[in-house]
Each structure stands twice: as structure tokens, then as C-alpha cells.
């Protein structure tokens, strides 16, 4: 192998587990969606199972990433799904792929606005009346300290993400109730960020001289620090939100 394999250790591209994803996909198919959009899908496994568990919905999937969509296109045709589902390379900003039945927007509501208002009410306007929104978000599970900041992402600010009961606030603002809030646990977050960094060290433990090594080993070794020092301090809320019908 020349270079570290991708994210081959992942089923989702987030902290996600397989009880929870299960019990997200009998909630969020209650209503009987026909159609879904997934706002920033990557390969978009909850999408497709979404799709598999409602065989009379299409799906649209929307993302940059041209390899995480291959494996979302892969992944559809080994289910038998590829006449259901489009994975779509481009933005998701102002996306005219909406109303949708049910949205997902799992990590991805920077796609959608650089304020976490803005892209509440970019999902307001995508979810069709009766339909649901699925929002993957960042919380404070704590204020995060200077010394912490410091050591996560480059420029990471107290201000970058709301508390749990903020981020609730804020959807209704946006003209949502929250049907249902869960969080992701320390467990969740521990199986998705060892398995984010696996074949990265795997592949650096058996290749430590190759010209890639280092840079590999820098990124890595950023990546550990930083996830070691936001565990248990950055959440991830799912909120299955309800839109408010117009009046
Ligand atoms: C943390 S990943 C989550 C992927 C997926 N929702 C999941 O939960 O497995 C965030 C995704 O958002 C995508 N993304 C970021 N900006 C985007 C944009 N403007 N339009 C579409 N996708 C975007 C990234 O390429 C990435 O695949």
C-alpha cells in the first residue's frame, strides 16, 4: 500500500452507533417520507438506509467530496438502491434540491451557513410541511478552557458551537420543535475517532520511512491531540425536528 487507505474503517462519518442509527431510522420514517435530501451525505449510509427501510422514497445526496460519494454510489448499487438514490457533486449552499419529506444534515450544517441560525433556517425552507429534519450538530457539553481551545482545531473558539439547551433554542427560533433530542455518548465518539485515525496508524506503524510518513505522522498525531482534548468536552446533538405548520 503506498499510501494510507481512507476512512475504511467507518460505517458513518460521525459518531454514530449502530443501536442509535437503528432507532434514527425507525423515528425518522414514522411519516412515511417519499423524499430525502441529505445535506453534506459523504457516502451517505444513513440515507441509504433510510431509503432501504421505505422502499417508496428517492433520495438525493449532496456533497464535495468526490470520493465519499463513489462509495455511497457503490454502496447504493450493492442494495439495489441506485434507482432511488442520485449522490450529487456540489455545494449545498443554496441548494434548489428542496422541499424534502425528510432532510438529514448530519455535521454538515456549515453547508448551509457559517451561523448556526442561518442554516436552522435554510432547513426550514427545505423540509416540506409534515416532514422532518434530522441535524447533526456540535454542542458544549462544558465551556471549553483557553488551554483546551488551544488545542483543538486551528482557531477553535468558545464561541464556535452553543450549549445543548442553546442549540435546542435556537431550532425553535427557527420555526421547529424538537420531536426528539439525543446526544452522542463518550463510547460513540470513541469508536468513530479511533476508527477516523486507524488505518492512518496502522499504515504510519508499518511504513515509517516513507516520504509521506511524516506529514502523515504530523497530521495524525494533530488530529489525536486535538480529539483527546475535546472528548467529553464537544458533543454531537441529533435533533429530530418537526417544522412549525405556517399559521
Ligand atoms: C462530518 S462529514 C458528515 C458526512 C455525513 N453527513 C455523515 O454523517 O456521515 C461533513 C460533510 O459535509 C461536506 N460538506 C462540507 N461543505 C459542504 C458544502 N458546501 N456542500 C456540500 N457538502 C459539504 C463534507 O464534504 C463532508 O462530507
Redesign the pocket.
Known sequence: MTTPARHTRLT???P?SEPRADRLVTRLTRHAPTTVL?????????MLRILAATPKATGTG????AE?LARGRQAADARGLTARVRFLE????GTPHGPADLV?????S??LGSRLPQALGELRGLVSDGGRVLL?EGFWHRTPTDAELARMWPDAKATDHPDLATLVDLAIEAGFRPEWTETASLDEWEEFESAYLADTEVWLAEHPDHPLAEETRQRADRHRAAWLTYRGVLGLAYLTLVPVSAR
Open positions: 458513518f462519518h460521525g454514530l441529505d445535506i453534506g451525505c459523504g457516502w451517505g449510509e444513513l449532496i456533497d464535495l467530496n465519499d456540489e455545494s449545498a449552499t438529514l444534515c448530519v455535521g454538515a456549515q453547508a447533526g
